[in-house]
């Protein structure tokens, strides 16, 4: 990768991976104008995963199921942190769900329900609310 600032050669000065969330945080330093910066490298779902529901075909979006976990986790003052903690326990789960190279939407709710079952009481039923 080039630097950001000035288009040089950048090296890799620091890099890890966070389990947790599947992803690797690389620190660059540009060899022209020093500038650092830092780049995560994560899957990108939306090419990889495609879901099935009763009309079509559609890319799998992290974005869509972080966010519905988010609404309801509302009544916690820790929603945000939740919901992502949340999502990446879930998407950890859906690949075994991954049948001829497609998800369901069914699956997700239903992965999706029983991690909900095991950490919050309501927003999992305002989760089955919604998608029940
Ligand atoms: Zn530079």
Known sequence: MVCTYCGGETRVSN???QIKSNRVWRRRQCL???AVF???EAVNYERAW???NAKALKP???DKLFLSLHNSC???KTALRD???LTDTIIKKLPAYIEAGTLTNTAISRVALVALNRFDAVASAHYQAVHA
């Open 74 to 76: 509302q009544h916690r």
């Open 50 to 52: 495609v879901v099935h």
């Open 60 to 62: 799998f979006s992290r």
């Open 38 to 40: 830092s780049t995560e």
């Open 83 to 85: 919901a992502q903690g």
């Open 32 to 34: 022209d104008c020093q």
């Open 15 to 17: 890099s890890r991976h």
